[in-house]
């Protein structure tokens, strides 16, 4: 649905959006994901023809955004960062506004705006001047907004950027009830919000793509060396956790076991390997030595944890004696 190749935006010396290429299908929810300044919204601002690329192409619902820029439009909702609302207008008549600016009219514009102030709950505001709402109201009005002439895609800048914890579980709620009939590309920087509502994840650093990827995947990359944690008990005293690293560490592809700490008779160990392991065999030799395995699980590593180590920035080199005047090298 959303076809992006090697995308590029150069401000002056600044390149923001370096070659990025990445490909969206219709129906998914694809969290867009980079630190402050990677280049999240220069891209959005492409993708939906508010700015030209320097070079590459974008193309939605197959069509290319700089050929046909106004049917592009009809397919996309956007929300900026800034919603686009108008304080003094109550909301009702602003939704019509834009529906009307979307090529609405009549009957059917009037059917779309009770749909999307049902839709965005927003219904109860519908009298109220915008200037007067909560900023998660005004939030839920920007959304309304961007779905008014029900578009195929959506894409959305920090949806839930200033909102309190409240708004921001509204918000989500509402952004994967949209998902299925359009296909949402959302930015953000809250990761737990991305691990419960994407499916997918690009994560792009200083202009770069550096992952694209499911949720799933990325933390298992990540992990590099695959590991899971067992608990394990003894029915006979206190387990001696030297003599469990010992016995793990000969099962076939285990290259380290890490005590983790012990709760209510159960001890927990990480065992790590580079390549792999029988899980099989770590239950054996568990039990094979006479302990209890209580449990024996995947270690789980956190989006947060995943998205440091791809972002982590090089060292950058010093700046050079002209640079630091601000002379061009
Ligand atoms: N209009 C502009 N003129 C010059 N540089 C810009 C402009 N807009 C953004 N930039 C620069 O482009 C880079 C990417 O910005 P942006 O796309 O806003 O990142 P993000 O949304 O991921 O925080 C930043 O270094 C920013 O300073
Ligand atoms: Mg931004």
């Known amino acids: ?37 990677a280049g999240k919204t220069t891209t959005m601002r492409m993708l939906t023809c508010f700015m030209p690329p320097t070079s590459g192409s974008a193309s939605i619902a197959g069509l ?23 304080p003094e207008m109550a909301t009702g008549e602003y939704l019509q506004f834009v529906g009307r600016l979307k090529g609405l009219s009549g009957g059917e514009l009037k059917k779309r705006v009770d749909y999307v102030c049902e ?44 909102l309190d914890p409240k708004q921001i579980n509204e918000t989500r709620d509402l952004i994967k009830s949209l998902a299925g009939d359009h296909t949402i590309l959302l930015s953000t920087h809250i990761l737990p919000e991305v691990e419960q509502t994407c499916q997918q994840v690009i994560i792009i650093n200083k202009g770069k793509l550096v992952a694209t990827d499911s ?11 695959v590991s899971v944690l067992v608990e394990v008990a003894s029915r006979s005293g206190p387990l001696d956790f030297s ?10 592809g285990v290259s380290r076991v890490l005590y983790r700490g012990s709760n209510s008779g159960f001890s927990s160990f990480e065992v790590e390997s580079e ?19 209580n449990e024996l699980r995947p270690a789980a590593i956190s989006l947060e944890e995943v998205f440091l180590q791809l972002t982590k920035s090089e060292e950058k080199p010093p700046l050079e004696a002209a640079e630091l005047a601000g002379v061009p090298a």
Request: with cysteine.
């Open 1 to 37: 649905m959303i076809i992006v190749e090697e995308l590029t935006k150069r401000y002056a010396r600044n390149t923001a959006v370096d070659h990025i290429s990445f490909r969206v299908e219709k129906g998914q929810i694809v969290g867009f994901l980079g630190p402050n300044g």
């Open 119 to 162: 839709r965005c709950s927003v219904a109860d505001v519908r009298h109220k001047l915008i200037g007067k709402l909560s900023k998660g109201y005004r939030q839920r009005v920007g959304l309304a907004q961007a779905i008014i002439h029900n578009p195929d895609v959506l894409i959305l800048d920090e949806p839930t950027a200033g």
């Open 243 to 252: 003599m469990v690293q010992k016995q793990l560490e000969q099962v076939a």
């Open 215 to 225: 949720v799933q995947n990325l933390q298992n990359r990540a992990r590099g060396a």
């Open 275 to 293: 390549k792999s392991f029988s899980r099989g065999d770590v239950a054996r030799s568990i039990v094979n030595a006479g302990w209890d395995l």
């Open 64 to 86: 290319d955004v700089l050929e046909h820029p106004m049917k592009v439009k009809k397919h996309i909702g956007y929300l900026p960062e800034t919603p686009p609302l108008y």
